[in-house]
């Protein structure tokens, strides 16, 4: 198993790269059945190796109705940045409730990152 888990993003690349456009979305389950493990525990270190190869600079669109796709289209490419930016905020936002920080104490440390947010689209009312 070690030998599985240390090749797996290139494995789950090798089922990706063929599902693109949001029309040829392909579940975390499946990618489990077409490696040969469809385990539920499985599941999840799949979603780490997505997780890897976004790390590694690949763009992997997804949605949790559809799956998982390359993005074809600058709309596709779009959705997909704006909702891990969504995420992003959604994570930032529990963890300045948890330290008990501010819009402006959050905004101090996400600029220590040479991160920027874009505090105008929250302050109008947007998702964070």
């Known amino acids: 198993m070690p030998d599985l888990i240390e090749t797996l ?3 789950v690349w090798d089922i990706l790269r063929h599902h693109r456009g949001a029309k040829n979305a392909i579940t975390s389950r499946r ?3 077409l490696l ?3 385990d539920t525990t499985y599941r999840s270190e799949i979603r780490e190796a997505i997780h890897d190869l976004r790390a590694s ?3 992997i669109a997804s949605s ?3 799956g998982y796709w390359i993005p074809t289209t600058a709309a596709e490419e779009q959705a997909s940045l704006d909702g891990l930016w969504r995420r992003a905020m959604s994570i930032l936002w529990i963890y ?3 330290r008990g920080l501010s819009w402006l104490a959050m905004a101090e440390l996400v600029s220590k990152e040479q991160t920027e ?3 105008d689209e929250v302050a109008k009312g947007g998702k964070v």
Do not use: N, T, V, Y
Request: charged letters at 30%; a neutral charge.
């Open 117 to 119: 947010i874009p505090f």
């Open 9 to 11: 993003p290139m494995r």
């Open 31 to 33: 990618i489990a059945e």
């Open 36 to 38: 040969d493990d469809p």
């Open 96 to 98: 300045g409730k948890q």
């Open 64 to 66: 949790s109705k559809a």
């Open 57 to 59: 600079g690949l763009l």
